[in-house]
Every structure is written in structure tokens, then in C-alpha cells.
């Protein structure tokens, strides 16, 4: 069925400032979140908060100053049957949980059972993203991934995928369709199986799809990110991602483009939305090539050519008419 999803951010900084943090706790009971919020900042409190459920996956962030979230007894009657996978982005941060107790520092992730007894305290403030998944849906992909609660996970690739993937999704502005939510929340559940151990049964569908899916999106944001070094190429991203080239060159092709094109793509996507930003009218076009990625500018001009149909003076021109 397809997935409806919704993009929820709150904060404290939109709440009026004599009533803030017993309202932001209001809030919290409000969104059946099962918490009590602790303020540890000395009385200014600022906690951001944002959540996209995706079917059985949820996924959310929290940056905040000192705080502390309990979940007590009283609260299991209204929690959900989920676990939570938690990577710490900024720490320390301690997680009790399920008979556990351990700090984590920026990078590591524990899972908890959101079923259970439940401690989170930042000391110092920090930044949390985390993955929520039905029970049900976990179980039919790890065996008892509740012997595993209130511990550390195991770092690795899968778990570094699940991050890179996390981190992708901020790209996020407003709520995704209803199909690539239901993908979305697919290759979310796929991540944390495969970050926790799937089972033999579930290790092939794992792997093919939200773990291939999740290093397609990896290649994607790393080319995104250095398309504009003249010098980089297949063995940068392979080598940045653990990859063989010929591995990378084969999750672009299942997309349809190889390496180059989609580089080259990357590049003239980028001087297109410089040459129509009034911003950058100082800039000459050959500095605008440079600037992208392209080391020569002849190059840049039928290449610019073929793919918008017009020179990049001419598409200066447009918008200077304009």
C-alpha cells in the first residue's frame, strides 16, 4: 500500500520564551511520544526536533542543549512496539536502556527497545538522528533483534551507509510522494537489518535492495559533493567508498548514465544555475567553467551546448534581459 507521509519540525525557539519548555513538553505528550523532557541548560533550553514517518520506518533528529528524556514506567502503556536504531552525530550522549548503560561519542550508535525502560541524557548537548521501526517488520528480517536492545552497534559498512543515507534525506524540504516514501521507508528497514544481521533468509533481499540502493545514493552525494575539483574521478569515489571501480560504474549504469556523464551532468547543472544568478554576474564565463570543474573551456561550451540547446553567453544574456 502506498505510504502517506508528513514532514513534522518543532522547536522551542517558535514558542514564546516565559512558556517555552512546559510547552515543548506539552507537545511532547501531545504527539504521543511517551517521554518526560528534563531541561539540563540552566533555563534556556532550545531543542529542535524533526520527523518523517515512513510506513513502518520513522526517522528522526534532534539537536538540543543539555537535556534529558525518560521514559518511565507509567509511560509503557502508551508506547509503541518499536525499536530505535540511534547514531550520535555530537556527544557524549548515555543511553540506558534495557538493562544497558553506556556513553556514546559522535559516530557510534546503540539500539534501543522503545518498549522498554528508556534513559537518553546529553551533558553537554547533542545531536541525535535515528531510524524508528515497528517490531513487526524488524522481526521478519532479524531474529530477536530485542536480545540486542540497550547495547552498542557494531560500526561498519552498513552502518555507515545507513548514515550517509540518513543524511541524504535532509535534502528533504517538504513530505516525499507516497511512492518514494514507501521506497524510502523500504530501504531504511533493509539498512538497519543489514547494520544489525539479517537473517540467512533475508540477507539477499537486504543486499539488493535498500543496501545497493543506499550505495547508489552514497556515489550520488559523493560526486555531488567534489564534481567541482577538476582532478576528480572514478578511483576518488571509489576509493572514498570502499568500492571497486567497476562496481560503482555498475550501480550508475543500473540508472541508466556511467561515471562520466553523470559528472560531466553534475558540473553543467551547476554553471547553468551560476550563469542565471544575478550573484555571480562578475564572474567571467571561462572563471565559471574553471569554478565548476572543467579545465577547458572550449570543452564547457559544446558540452553546455548539447545538453540546454544554448551557449552560456547566450544563456547569460536571457537572464540579464530579464
Known amino acids: 500500500?502506498?505510504?502517506?507521509?508528513?514532514?513534522?519540525?518543532?522547536?522551542?525557539?517558535?514558542?514564546?520564551?516565559?512558556?517555552?519548555?512546559?510547552?515543548?513538553?506539552?507537545?511532547?505528550a501531545r504527539l504521543n511520544l511517551a517521554l518526560d523532557v528534563i531541561?539540563?541548560?540552566?533555563?534556556?533550553?532550545?531543542?529542535?526536533?524533526?520527523?518523517?514517518?515512513?510506513?513502518p520506518v520513522g526517522v528522526c533528529s534532534i539537536v538540543t542543549?543539555?537535556?534529558e528524556f525518560n521514559r518511565h514506567k507509567h509511560h509503557l502503556k502508551d508506547s509503541r512496539d518499536q525499536f530505535g536504531l540511534n547514531i550520535v552525530e555530537a556527544g557524549p550522549v548515555q543511553f540506558a536502556n534495557a538493562g544497558q548503560e553506556h556513553v556514546y561519542d559522535a559516530g557510534s550508535a546503540c539500539f534501543v527497545d522503545r518498549g522498554r525502560l528508556l534513559r537518553v541524557f546529553g551533558p553537554r548537548g547533542a545531536s541525535v538522528k535515528f531510524v524508528t521501526v515497528q517490531a513487526a517488520a524488524l522481526r521478519s528480517l532479524v531474529a530477536q533483534p530485542e536480545d540486542l536492545s540497550g547495547r552498542p552497534v557494531r560500526p561498519g559498512p552498513a552502518l555507515?551507509?545507513?548514515h550517509l543515507y540518513l543524511r541524504s534525506l535532509a535534502s528533504f524540504k517538504e513530505p516525499p510522494s507516497s511512492k518514494l516514501a514507501s521506497a524510502v521507508g523500504a530501504h531504511l528497514l533493509d539498512l538497519v537489518a543489514a547494520t544489525l544481521g539479517p537473517t540467512a533468509e533475508?540477507?539477499?533481499?537486504?543486499?539488493?535492495?535498500?543496501?545497493?540502493?543506499?550505495?547508489?545514493?552514497a556515489i550520488?552525494?559523493?560526486?555531488?559533493?567534489?564534481?567541482?575539483?577538476?582532478?576528480?574521478?572514478?578511483n576518488h569515489v571509489a576509493g572514498a567508498l570502499g568500492m571497486s571501480r567497476r562496481y560503482v560504474q555498475k550501480l550508475l549504469e543500473g540508472g541508466g548514465t556511467s561515471f562520466t556523464e553523470h559528472l560531466a551532468g553534475c558540473r553543467l547543472e551547476r554553471a547553468f544555475a551560476m550563469l542565471t544568478d544575478p550573484h555571480h554576474l562578475h564572474l567571467a564565463i571561462i572563471d565559471i567553467a574553471f569554478a565548476v570543474g572543467f579545465g577547458d573551456v572550449s570543452?564547457?561550451?559544446?558540452?553546455?551546448?548539447?545538453?540546454?540547446?544554448?551557449?552560456?553567453?547566450?544563456?547569460?544574456?536571457?537572464?540579464?534581459?530579464?
Not at 550520488?220 to 575539483?229: F, M, N, T
Request: net charge positive.
Open 39 to 55: 531541561d539540563h541548560s540552566g533555563g534556556r533550553p532550545l531543542i529542535d526536533v524533526t520527523y518523517l514517518p515512513l510506513g
Open 220 to 234: 550520488l552525494a559523493e560526486v555531488a559533493r567534489r564534481s567541482s575539483d577538476p582532478n576528480f574521478d572514478l
Open 1 to 28: 500500500m502506498p505510504t502517506s507521509a508528513y514532514l513534522s519540525r518543532w522547536s522551542t525557539e517558535m514558542l514564546p520564551e516565559r512558556t517555552r519548555f512546559s510547552t515543548f513538553r506539552e507537545e511532547f
Open 202 to 217: 533475508a540477507a539477499d533481499i537486504v543486499a539488493e535492495r535498500g543496501v545497493k540502493a543506499a550505495k547508489l545514493q
Open 65 to 67: 542543549t543539555p537535556v
Open 299 to 322: 570543452h564547457f561550451n559544446r558540452s553546455f551546448r548539447r545538453r540546454f540547446g544554448e551557449t552560456p553567453s547566450g544563456v547569460r544574456a536571457s537572464t540579464i534581459r530579464e
Open 160 to 162: 555507515r551507509l545507513l
